[in-house]
């Protein structure tokens, strides 16, 4: 059932997950379209997500924005720096400025980063985990990995895993996604895009995500004007995605873009997305037992041990 709207307010529009926005030209969403979508979301009943461009918008679509419950997604770049208090989510772009994170300490941040990136310089989170209210990590190339980056993958799991376990010994709740939440979840809590959210971007089309817009326009889902079009949306539905449906990495992403990327099908996902979700997936249990070795933590939770990193290779057992 769809939930949320995210409605971009610019063609520049931060991106705060896998594909990148190369897009510079400014393109703003003209209020008429930014009002008729608020409108949509109202009477749909749907929590509205405002996705910002890196300068400040004028005081009529600010106005706008104000007249509806909403969340604010701002990457760390955005010269309007009053957006910085009022965010709920700060998207960061890269590593270097994640110290600024420290300023607002009880909000949501997403580090975009490539694989090797992270391998450089994960031992930076530890102090950025102990600092920041919860902290998604998107690994920008995961289509990429290979075995020996399965390996280090696992390795830095695991020292992230025992940074956390010392915070939690500490008395702090820290929350990365990667960890930390498969331990809290019990059914799967995927992006859902196509599913339980959509886009509007900036032209008054809706799209499955932002990224389907991104790569091409006339990808469209339907309009403000005459609503939602989304063919075979049955796709975009765990049901309808036939691995998927046999997994239990609750925390996956299970990115429809990525998929239709890597293998053509929305509702097929690549072997690659499955091995590092499972590495996350068997870290978070990892995690949780350790955890528990201090005392009770979320005695209802269970986390299977299993042999396989790909629930493909088990589909003779479904
Ligand atoms: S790990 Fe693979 S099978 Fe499981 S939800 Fe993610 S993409 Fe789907």
């Not at 009002?35 to 749907?46: H, Q, S, T, Y």
């Not at 929305?266 to 499972?278: I, K, M």
Request: aromatic residues 10%.
């Amino acid at each position: 059932m769809l939930q949320y709207l995210i409605i971009l307010l610019d063609d520049t529009s931060t991106s705060y997950c896998h594909y990148e926005n190369p897009k510079k030209d400014a393109g703003l969403i003209p209020l008429n379209i930014l009002k008729a979508g608020i409108r949509f979301g109202m009477v749909e009943n749907l929590m509205i997500q405002f996705v910002y461009p890196d300068y400040e918008l004028p005081g009529e679509y600010k106005e706008a924005i104000e007249s509806i419950d909403h969340s604010k997604i701002v990457s760390s770049l955005c010269n309007d720096k009053s957006l910085a208090d009022e965010a709920d989510v700060i998207v960061f772009h890269d590593w270097s400025g994640i110290s600024y994170a420290m300023t607002f300490p009880d909000k949501s941040y997403v580090l975009r980063t490539t694989k090797a990136k992270l391998f450089e310089r994960y031992l930076f989170l530890k102090e950025f985990l102990s600092k920041v209210a919860r902290l998604n990590i998107v690994i920008t190339d995961i289509e990429t990995f290979d075995d020996g980056d399965y390996e280090q993958y696992k390795l830095i799991l695991h020292t992230l895993s025992e940074n956390i376990e010392k915070m939690y010994v500490d008395g702090l709740a820290p929350q990365l996604n990667l960890l930390t939440d498969r331990i809290m979840l019990k059914e799967m809590n995927n992006c859902g895009a196509g599913d339980t959210n959509i886009t509007l971007a900036p032209n008054g089309k809706f799209y499955i995500c932002h990224a389907f817009y991104i790569e091409n326009e006339d990808d469209c889902i339907g309009d403000v004007k005459r609503g939602l079009d989304i063919k075979n949306k049955q796709l975009y539905k765990l049901k309808y995605s036939p691995i998927c449906s046999h997994c239990d990495a609750y925390q996956c992403k299970r990115c429809v873009w990525l998929n239709r990327k890597t293998t053509l099908e929305v509702n097929t996902p690549s072997h690659e997305q499955c091995v590092v979700a499972h590495l996350e997936r068997n870290s978070s249990c990892e995690l949780l037992k350790s955890i528990r070795k201090h005392g009770k933590f979320l005695p209802e939770t269970e986390i299977q041990e299993i042999d396989y990193l790909d629930p493909f290779d088990k589909r003779k057992e479904w």
